[in-house]
């Protein structure tokens, strides 16, 4: 029996190097990439997404001919952000990252390809997105769930509008600047004149690391500004509508079965299931909301079972972390 090639993939960060369980998401060996490389010795370069690294990547994988890899956070990661706590899921993009929408990407072909993304997976789907929603799981699953005091009692309708931190990579690819939630919030206010609008302020924000585009909003008698953490399907499911630029608390928020309106171009606008006020020419069929899902979740997305620590699947990731998090309903 011929023994397999074990492929091995140079890094173009410590960060990237120093990642637990990388070689695994890799099925990898994974090395520093030297400043000289010798072509046979290395069958892939990776960075992170559009970052620095991601970019030196596409250099030395054109300099020596190989593929380059794309490295981004799966969308149900871990407990906790940061480097203490390990990622159980990891995007690896062959054409660009998700959230930039100034080029493709694996995600974004594949939406646009004739693939049948539900097919033989119609019931997982189905059972990922019931547990998701049903135990609040997002990327982080610290934040406690949203309680009774945070919400006005009398409101007639509630609007959320979603700020994110100032610099955010996916803001400028995704089309949009400072600017633009100014325009978001003015629309809100407009749009919904009977509606209490909630601005939600990043956890980033939040724990006070990082600033954001709304960060000095005044509360008004129509407005709330929610600064403390908060689990953000706890938060969606109580809104009639959500305004965000590209967080990915929109898709969140359509999983939910709530109207989501986007002011920028992140990965879920485009497919004919948000109200756009931007277009990306490079998007031309219709998905449904599934289908979103079984692309970037199921199809797009590597996990690694946390408890054997070898690869695995989605369920092994919803099932620890429903287990593990602040907000799960294991812990009601």
Not at 21 to 41: G, H, M, N
Not at 68 to 85: C, H, N, V
Request: aromatic letters at 8%; a neutral charge.
């Amino acid at each position: 029996m011929t023994q397999r090639h074990q492929r091995t993939i140079a890094v173009t960060s410590a960060g990237i190097l120093n990642t637990p369980l990388i070689e695994i998401f890799l099925d990898a060996t994974v090395c520093r990439a030297p400043l000289l490389l010798k072509p046979r010795t290395i069958d892939a370069v990776a960075g992170w997404g559009a970052k620095e690294s991601g970019r030196r990547a596409t250099k030395v994988a054109r300099k020596l001919g190989v593929p380059a890899l794309y490295l981004e956070d799966g969308f149900l990661r871990s407990i906790r952000p940061g480097k203490t706590a390990p990622g159980y899921s990891l995007v690896i993009d062959y054409e660009g990252i998700y959230y930039d929408s100034t080029r493709p990407s694996t995600l974004e072909n594949l939406l646009n390809s004739d693939t049948l993304l539900l097919a033989g997976i119609e019931d997982p789907v189905e059972r990922a997105k019931y547990l998701i929603l049903n135990h609040h799981l997002s990327k982080y699953n610290h934040a406690p769930r949203l309680t009774a005091t945070d919400l006005r009692e009398h409101d007639s309708q509630r609007v959320l509008v979603v700020d994110q931190t100032a610099g955010d990579s996916s803001v400028e690819m995704g089309g949009a600047d400072a600017h633009t939630f100014q325009q978001m919030l003015a629309a809100a206010l407009n749009e919904n004149p009977h509606a209490t609008i909630y601005v939600k302020t990043h956890p980033e924000v939040s724990a006070k690391t990082k600033r954001g585009y709304l960060t000095n909003l005044v509360e008004d008698e129509r407005t709330v500004v929610l600064r403390h953490p908060i689990n953000p399907i706890s938060l969606v499911t109580k809104m009639d509508r959500v305004y965000t630029v590209t967080s990915t608390m929109g898709f969140e928020a359509l999983l939910a079965g709530r109207q989501v309106t986007c002011f920028g171009i992140p990965w879920y606008s485009g497919w004919g299931v948000t109200d756009d006020r931007q277009l990306c020419s490079r998007r031309s069929r219709s998905r449904s909301i599934d289908e979103l899902f079984a692309a970037a979740y199921f199809h797009y997305t590597t996990y690694i079972n946390p408890r054997n620590r070898k690869r695995g699947d989605i369920f092994d990731v919803i099932s620890w972390l429903a287990e593990h998090s602040t907000s799960s309903d294991t812990h009601d």
